[in-house]
């Protein structure tokens, strides 16, 4: 038999968000759902959530789809489903997918794909029954069907997929239309872009960046009026430079602990930290070389070159610290 995954594989671009849009033009009262989507995403960032939580209140809109909905949906989506799948379709074939069974399960009978697991969504309310059907919960879904499945030949457009390829003889990565052997494919410049700054890592990275841009800008601003008063008759400039680096390594810890706890979910220890604070030695470097241009060139309140220098070392930062000091053995 062959296992296809459904959004990105078989069906062009994600049904649930097409299904999402679809319910916006058609029944407006689920925009009355979105701030509450919202704050689930957040929460989701910051780790109070799980996947499966997050899309349990994200399915809270469709109390406002009355039923039938969803074949309406199809009778519009239908043409999505990609052509070179219907002329290599077999009878045994077997969808398994992260996206709701009320949506997918029937588009694949209308196409003769008798064989369905995906996350189980009660199509009236949105709770969630069992855990979201994504990467390990997809090989014990099939294992529970079947405990002696065989995959002859697998198909899916996300790594994420990986513990279902490991199962089958042939395991394909779908990019559009076109299908590369697993092992052979290449990840794009883009793809690689998206895997790096378009994560839950990097926007909770983004949410500990503006506490710590706080902190740093408070830190430095407090050397800074110390200096003042420690030593007399110095120029501006030199009180700017020389209050930035205490205030910027003090600073640091404050970014250890929230980046360790929240971002990367990682325990503390002395050995991590010396890590984290090698890598942002650049970030020092960056900062630095702006707070002296800033001083150098325009002279202005110090705490706005502290601000400046913060927010544009961000990026450089993420890199390093992702690859250096929070790596893990999947990466």
Same mark, same amino acid.
């Given at each position: 038999?062959?296992?296809?995954?459904?959004?990105?594989?078989?069906?062009?671009?994600?049904?649930?968000?097409?299904?999402?849009?679809?319910?916006?033009?058609?029944?407006?009262?689920?925009?009355?759902?979105?701030?509450?989507?919202?704050?689930?995403?957040?929460?989701?960032?910051?780790?109070?959530?799980?996947?499966?939580?997050? $899309?349990?209140?994200?399915?809270?809109?469709?109390?406002?789809?009355?039923?039938?909905?969803?074949?309406?949906?199809?009778?519009?989506?239908?043409? $999505?489903?990609?052509?070179?799948?219907?002329?290599?379709?077999?009878?045994?074939? @077997?969808?398994?997918?992260?996206?709701?069974?009320?949506? /997918? $399960?029937?588009?694949?009978? @209308?196409?003769?794909?008798?064989?369905?697991?995906?996350?189980?969504?009660?199509?009236?309310?949105?709770?969630?029954?069992?855990?979201?059907?994504?990467?390990?919960?997809?090989?014990? +879904?099939?294992?529970?069907?079947?405990?002696?499945?065989? @995959?002859?030949?697998?198909?899916?457009?996300?790594?994420?997929?990986?513990?279902?390829?490991?199962?089958?003889? +042939?395991?394909?990565?779908?990019?559009?239309?076109?299908?590369?052997?697993?092992?052979?494919?290449?990840?794009?410049?883009?793809?690689?872009?998206?895997?790096?700054?378009?994560?839950?890592?990097?926007?909770?990275?983004? /949410?500990?960046?503006? /506490?710590?841009?706080?902190?740093?800008?408070?830190?430095?601003?407090?050397?800074?009026?110390?200096?003042?008063? @420690?030593? /007399?008759?110095?120029?501006?400039?030199?009180?700017?430079?020389?209050?930035?680096?205490?205030?910027?390594?003090?600073?640091?810890?404050?970014?250890?602990?929230?980046?360790?706890?929240?971002?990367?979910?990682?325990?503390?220890?002395?050995?991590?930290?010396?890590?984290?604070?090698?890598?942002?030695?650049?970030?020092?470097?960056?900062?630095?070389?702006?707070?002296?241009?800033?001083?150098?060139?325009?002279?202005?309140?110090?705490?706005?070159?502290?601000?400046?220098?913060?927010?544009?070392?961000?990026?450089?930062?993420?890199?390093?610290?992702?690859?250096?000091?929070?790596?893990?053995?999947?990466?």
């Amino acid at each position: 038999m062959n296992v296809y995954d459904f959004d990105g594989t078989i069906y062009y671009g994600d049904s649930t968000a097409d299904f999402i849009g679809f319910c916006i033009r058609r029944y407006p009262k689920t925009l009355l759902w979105l701030p509450i989507t919202a704050w689930a995403f957040l929460l989701y960032i910051l780790g109070v959530y799980t996947k499966t939580q997050f $899309k349990e209140k994200m399915y809270g809109f469709l109390k406002y789809v009355p039923n039938g909905a969803v074949e309406r949906f199809w009778q519009d989506y239908q043409k $999505k489903i990609k052509p070179w799948y219907k002329a290599q379709q077999r009878s045994d074939d @077997i969808v398994i997918s992260a996206s709701p069974e009320f949506l /997918i $399960k029937p588009i694949c009978k @209308i196409i003769g794909i008798n064989t369905v697991m995906a996350s189980k969504v009660n199509r009236e309310t949105g709770a969630t029954e069992g855990l979201n059907c994504h990467d390990e919960e997809k090989v014990r +879904r099939l294992y529970e069907w079947d405990k002696d499945a065989k @995959i002859n030949e697998f198909y899916s457009d996300s790594f994420a997929d990986q513990p279902l390829a490991d199962l089958a003889e +042939r395991a394909y990565m779908v990019k559009g239309d076109k299908r590369t052997l697993w092992n052979e494919y290449e990840p794009t410049g883009y793809e690689k872009f998206k895997k790096m700054f378009l994560s839950r890592e990097f926007l909770m990275f983004l /949410i500990v960046g503006v /506490i710590n841009t706080f902190s740093n800008v408070v830190f430095s601003a407090f050397y800074l009026l110390l200096l003042r008063h @420690i030593f /007399i008759g110095y120029t501006e400039e030199w009180y700017t430079n020389t209050a930035f680096y205490p205030g910027y390594l003090t600073s640091n810890i404050t970014a250890y602990l929230l980046n360790s706890t929240l971002t990367f979910k990682d325990r503390l220890g002395f050995v991590k930290y010396v890590k984290f604070f090698m890598s942002y030695i650049p970030n020092l470097i960056i900062q630095g070389v702006i707070v002296g241009l800033y001083t150098k060139l325009i002279n202005g309140p110090g705490v706005i070159a502290y601000a400046a220098a913060a927010i544009i070392g961000v990026p450089v930062t993420f890199v390093f610290m992702k690859i250096f000091a929070f790596k893990k053995k999947a990466d």
